[in-house]
């Protein structure tokens, strides 16, 4: 499953563009009516809330071992991240 | 139908308040189709496509999008002769752009049964707001129009085939 790393690399972009863009890494994989609204309201900041208290990330970024995508690896440098997403 | 292809500056601006920009998946071509909104028609082929359709006839392939206008989403609905799955997304989600390839895989799979549309939720936002999207990816699929199915996050191919088959299957 080697694509499976491009589901961290453009989830990671999503993150760092909230990040820049809102101030806070909001997830990247809802609709907002209001992002700076649910920035200070914080519920869906990374990890969000779902995340922080059942472990459930539907972006897949957190899997926990016994789903069948989670990878080996536990890093990834920003030249990796670079490469799939430049074409963006 | 003939291929034509048009360079980046013959393309219409899309900046426009009222232009709407889905990615569709047309049966007809080996291409899939990009609603722009509004009025104007363009159709754009792909030039590289059309090289690989008669050795590659036989099987499904990947799908790539080509361009279309239309006057609004309802107007979409409205037209298809099929019903249509819509894929709500965002460019920086990564389980829908690992929907990418899938969607290509299914729409060439069930082509003959439904027209596969993709909308960016960043750029449509009142869009995504009629229908409630808050999840991302969110797929629904009309028939005659009106929604008649509705599931969040990426599957297989298998699955999305599946799950898309027993939806149509209940309706009709």
Known sequence: MVYMKSITKYGNMGLAEHKDSHGAPLCPCRQYDDKAAEVGQGFWNCPCVPMRERKECHCMLFLTPDNDFAGKDQTITSDEIKETTAHM | ?172
């Open chain 2, 1 to 172: 139908m003939a291929a034509t292809s048009l360079s980046s500056s013959t393309i219409p601006s899309l900046n426009r308040k009222e232009s709407f920009t889905v990615s569709a998946l047309s049966p007809r071509s080996t291409s899939a189709v990009t609603f722009q909104f509004p009025l104007r028609r363009i159709r754009i082929g792909d030039s590289k496509l059309s090289s690989l359709s008669s050795s590659t006839r036989s099987t499904p392939r990947a799908i790539e999008a080509k361009k279309q206008t239309y006057n609004s989403f309802d107007d979409l609905l409205v037209n298809s002769d099929k019903p249509v799955l819509v894929d709500f997304y965002a460019t920086w989600c990564g389980p829908c752009q690992y929907m990418v390839p899938i969607l290509s895989e299914v729409s060439a799979t069930l082509q003959e049964k439904i027209q596969v549309v993709k909308i960016d939720t960043e750029k449509y936002p009142s869009i995504a707001n009629k229908y409630q999207i808050e999840a991302l990816p969110t797929f629904i699929l009309f028939k005659d129009g009106e929604p008649c199915d509705r599931f969040e996050g990426a599957l297989t191919a298998k699955q999305l085939v599946q799950r898309i088959e027993d939806s149509l299957e209940v309706k009709s």
